[in-house]
């Protein structure tokens, strides 16, 4: 170069007029990288104590050569080497060993020569003119950092060969530097601008004083608190930029159809770059600077720098995915702008050669050009491409093209160098081997991802950053394979990952499975709107992660962990199997997971009574337990104990998982043999004569006052009958015959509880059996399969065996066993039959029995507040079961319905609040606070009563119902013989009375 810008030399060319800047450019790049190789080995300590090591070896093999087999003659060149080595490299001296060379000893002047010199600092403005508006906070990318440090190394040796500073450049660059406080030249390896000129600007100069290096230092912590504050304001910014771009990428797939679509395709892959570059040294920045700073990281800045790293790998996986479509498309703008490139540039050749005036210039420059246009008529190489740079900078002489114009070819030649390799320029871009070095923030990534609402799809991404690293493992020469230093990283990061993340995520799906399961229980609060929410269904649903060859799947993981969890647990407390069997089924419903059955044999502490136990004393089990209809639950009367037994539907399924399903049916007979002894007892009271004319006589009057009293049975006769009954007697304990009649309804009413809760446990079993039969509509007969088959007897025997156990569940399944409506067809003639009239004069009892029984209720439910609970009770549901279930085999639910019961006890007390509110005294007196007090008590009596017979209605009517849906045709027309006969019967008791 020197050379060619002399004039006391021989000119090959004239180059007066011509500024190989792409030269220029390419000297500065091999600076920089001379630069990079000292400063990796200057910030490598362990490499310097290693080298250490190795040269006090090679001094103790000097002093004994013999001692290790070596010839002298070889320790003397081994030292020579050594010493070379250490100057040189070790001591991070190339780029300085490169500057401070003697440039004038190959007899061509260098430093003295002015031309050289002036074309130096023409090209170093240039190339800084073009360089400047990219550096930009918004729009400076990672190459253009490290541009700008190649022409910072370029102008250190344009200092030091001509033996000055020039002034303006050197202010052009510190301004320049401003925007700059940093530049990353690889991994761990940081440039500042203040130390590079210190060191290598002549010392002479005094170029970078105390007080510049204390403003650069100053400065550096001022972008960086700068830089955090707002991080998340430019997070948001990139990532409502990188979805925009993914969109316009993932829509703009298919082949270019227009010329417009290539150029906004053009711009599109550009763009991808271009966000890939400026987030990755947005990142790198913010990572070094906090380790040359010794600053600490917050972890809502570590957080964030893994965003920026998530979204910067989904331009990575974007232009991965599309690479096809973008190779193909990038082939149509190649041609699209060789063509507008040839296209201008041969409208300058036709005005070159339409000027007569040759010379020697215009012939190079006409050269010149032919050579650029064929070198971009051919396939975009970096040869090809560097050749017609050279020859548009030769070309460009006399002002040829206009400076927009030679900028725009000079643009256009670095878009053919992209887009001949778009895919893997984009891939070098949004590459992050960087990671490496500061794998420490994983740790705390993986610590508060599950804790944090950030997007578990982030894991995809961020372990294909971590496996960018391995390409620079796997380049490692210091082990005897490489792939021992991979395997011992991906083991890291892997035990990282399973540390911090996986088994944290275990514990929280299994704390979620059982709060779910113990959601009955008094828990803290879960409500999402107050404590938050964390999603771990988005984790668990991710597909498996694949990590430097090996896959980590998350769901099977998890699966794996409850399903060892359980089965351990289940084995020290079997009595919980239950308790795990449904955490298995959320598990399945909510998160989707594959849960293996335990094959445990199961075990319940809590039991219950056993329903065989049960069913060989129901003499004793139903006078000594409550029954309550909805829930479904016999609760003990009295116990000596601190708690009190409990019967429900699990209980029962659990005995007959023991027992099996046989004893449903012998549990039917041995109610059907209570059944018998207690409807004697409960003829006899009926047939009593005290009972009986009673009874007739309240009919009686019913029916003839019936208008008057608008169809309601009046309160007052069942309260008479109540009272009047009394007058016959009382028991040891002071009940009267009514209250031992509603005491053995009551009983009856128990056995048909527990008949209905028997036949429900037995559908809970049945449906748990037979839940693994795929479809209970198409079962499959395997006898017939293995008859056609013609397999052995025994086989077809066992097969056989199987059909009848699996047929036999599908139908209990599906049709099950109406025991209610078996024991009504057994008693129900027996009842209506003629000879048994005296209880067709039931249904004349019943608002007897109602208030009997009400005022029984509130006299047990007094006492569940009182310190002597004997006798104490909150639900007697077996009363309303026994009055249905005989108002069915009497069939007298429409003559009792037509008493209006219910209407007139409503009416009754709506009559007593009335009076109780019209009742007045004189203000101020004695008297009125009396009769105040008064009304109160009564008025809260009324509503109570009130109260309870409207729960006796429900009770009642939803025990109706249980025995309501088994009428037929046959049953309707006993049912009108029935009523006729009681007519008969009521009328011929009637008469008898009058005589």
């Known amino acids: 170069m020197a050379a060619l810008y002399n004039k006391s030399f021989p000119q090959v060319i004239d180059v007066s007029q011509v500024h190989f800047s792409v030269i220029f450019q390419h000297l500065a790049i091999l600076l920089r990288v001379l630069l990079t190789i000292d400063e990796i080995v200057a910030n490598n300590s362990i490499l310097q104590d290693h080298w250490n090591i190795y040269k006090g070896v090679v001094k103790s093999v000097r002093l004994n050569p013999a001692g290790f087999d070596v010839p002298p003659d070889k320790v003397v060149q081994m030292e020579k080497l050594v010493k070379k080595i250490d100057n040189l490299i070790m001591s991070s001296r190339l780029t300085m060993h490169c500057m401070e060379q003697d440039f004038d000893d190959s007899g061509i002047p260098v430093s003295k020569n002015t031309l050289f010199i002036e074309e130096f600092v023409i090209n170093m403005r240039f190339l800084l003119s073009r360089l400047e508006p990219k550096l930009g906070e918004n729009v400076c990318e990672v190459r253009h950092a490290i541009d700008f440090v190649s022409l910072s190394c370029l102008f250190a040796l344009q200092s030091r060969m001509f033996h000055d500073v020039n002034k303006k450049l050197f202010r052009q660059i510190w301004d320049m530097s401003k925007k700059l406080p940093c530049v990353v030249l690889i991994g761990p390896v940081t440039w500042f601008i203040d130390k590079f000129f210190t060191d290598f600007l002549p010392a002479e100069l005094q170029t970078i004083d105390a007080k510049s290096r204390d403003q650069c230092l100053q400065n550096r912590k001022n972008y960086l608190s700068a830089k955090i504050e707002a991080l998340q304001r430019e997070f948001q910014f990139y990532f409502f930029a990188v979805n925009q771009w993914l969109v316009t990428m993932t829509s703009s797939s298919g082949a270019s159809q227009s010329l417009d679509d290539l150029t906004s395709r053009l711009k599109m892959y550009l763009e991808g770059i271009s966000l890939g570059g400026r987030m990755r040294r947005t990142m790198e920045n913010l990572l070094n600077l906090h380790v040359t700073l010794n600053k600490s990281m917050s972890v809502a800045v570590v957080l964030l720098i893994c965003r920026f790293v998530s979204i910067i790998k989904s331009i990575n996986d974007c232009y991965y995915r599309y690479s096809n479509q973008t190779t193909q498309n990038s082939i149509h703008i190649l041609q699209r702008i060789q063509y507008q490139i040839l296209s201008n540039v041969e409208g300058v050749k036709k005005k070159l050669i339409s000027d007569k005036r040759y010379s020697n210039r215009r012939l190079d420059m006409l050269s010149a050009l032919v050579l650029f246009s064929n070198n971009i008529d051919a396939v975009p190489t970096t040869q090809r491409l560097l050749v017609a740079s050279l020859s548009l900078a030769l070309a460009n002489q006399s002002k040829l093209l206009r400076d927009e114009e030679y900028l725009h070819l000079i643009t256009q030649i670095q878009q053919l160098g992209v887009l001949s390799q778009t895919v893997a320029y984009a891939m070098q871009t949004t590459q992050l081997s960087t990671f490496y070095w500061h794998r420490g923030v994983l740790d705390h990534y993986f610590q508060h991802l599950h804790k944090e609402t950030y997007d578990a799809t982030d894991l995809h991404f961020m372990l294909a950053a971590v496996e960018d690293c391995v390409p620079c493992l796997k380049s490692t020469l210091h082990y005897h394979s490489c792939d021992v230093l991979v395997d011992n990283f991906r083991q890291d990061i892997l035990s990282m990952f399973k540390q911090q993340f996986l088994e944290k995520l275990y514990k929280n799906v299994e704390n979620d499975l059982r709060l779910s399961v113990h959601a009955h229980l008094k828990l803290d609060d879960r409500n999402p709107f107050r404590v938050g929410i964390k999603s771990l269904r988005q984790a668990l649903s991710l597909s498996p992660l694949n990590f430097m060859g090996e896959f980590v799947d998350i769901k099977a993981l998890t699966t794996h962990y409850l399903d060892q969890t359980f089965y351990n647990l289940t084995t020290v407390a079997l009595h919980d199997w239950k308790t795990y069997g449904d955490m298995r089924k959320v598990a399945t419903n909510r998160y989707q997971l594959k849960m293996q059955e ?361 025990a109706r119902i249980f025995f309501r849906a088994g009428s037929s045709r046959s049953d309707q027309a006993d049912n009108k013989t029935n009523e006729q006969a009681t007519t008969g019967g009521a009328a011929k008791e009637d008469g008898a009375e009058e005589k």
Not at 639 to 668: C, D, M, P, W, Y
Not at 673 to 688: A, R, V
Not at 742 to 769: E, K, P, W
Not at 849 to 867: A, D, Q, R, S
């Open 598 to 958: 335990v094959h445990l044999p199961n075990q319940q502490l809590e039991q219950g009574l056993d329903v065989l136990e049960i069913m060989r004393n129901i003499h004793v089990f139903v006078p000594k337990y409550l029954y309550n209809l909805s829930n479904q639950v016999f609760v003990e009367k009295w116990s000596n104990n601190k708690h009190l037994n409990t019967i429900n539907i699990q209980h029962v399924a659990n005995s007959i998982r023991t027992h099996g399903t046989g004893i449903i049916n012998t549990t039917v007979n041995f109610t059907f043999q209570f059944l018998k002894k207690k409807f004697f007892i409960f003829s006899q009271f009926l047939f009593d004569e005290h009972i009986k004319s009673r009874l007739v006589k309240d009919i009686r009057e019913f029916r003839n006052n019936c208008e008057k009293l608008k169809h309601q049975y009046p309160y007052e006769s069942a309260e008479r009958f109540n009272r009047g009954i009394r007058k016959l007697g009382v028991a040891e304990d002071g009940s009267s015959f009514l209250d031992q009649f509603r005491v053995l309804i009551t009983q009856i009413g128990n056995a048909m509880g527990y008949i209905r809760m028997v036949r429900t446990g037995g559908l809970h079993f049945c449906s748990d059996a037979i839940s693994f039969v795929p479809d209970l509509e198409e079962i499959i007969n395997f006898e017939e399969l293995a008859k056609a088959d013609d397999i052995s007897e025994e086989v077809n025997e066992s097969f056989a065996q199987f059909d009848s156990s699996i047929g036999r569940l599908a139908k209990n399944v599906g049709e099950g066993s109406d025991y209610f409506r078996m024991l009504v067809d057994v008693f129900a003639p027996e009842f209506r039959d003629n000879k048994n009239m005296h209880l067709l004069n039931f249904y004349a009892i019943v608002p007897a029995l109602t208030i009997n029984f009400v005022e029984h209720v509130i006299i047990c439910k007094e006492k569940m507040n009182k310190k002597n609970k004997i006798g104490a009770a909150f639900t007697d549901d077996g009363f309303a079961m026994g009055l249905a279930y005989i108002l069915k085999l009497l069939d007298q639910n429409s003559q009792f319905d037509a008493l209006h019961w219910f209407n007139s006890v409503t009416r009754k007390y709506a009559t007593d609040a009335q009076q109780q509110n019209n009742k007045t005294s004189a203000p101020g007196s004695d008297d009125s606070e009396k009769l105040l007090q008064t009304r109160e008590l009564a008025l809260k009596r009324i509503i109570l009563y009130r109260r309870e017979f409207d729960l006796l209605y429900y009770s009642l009517s939803s």
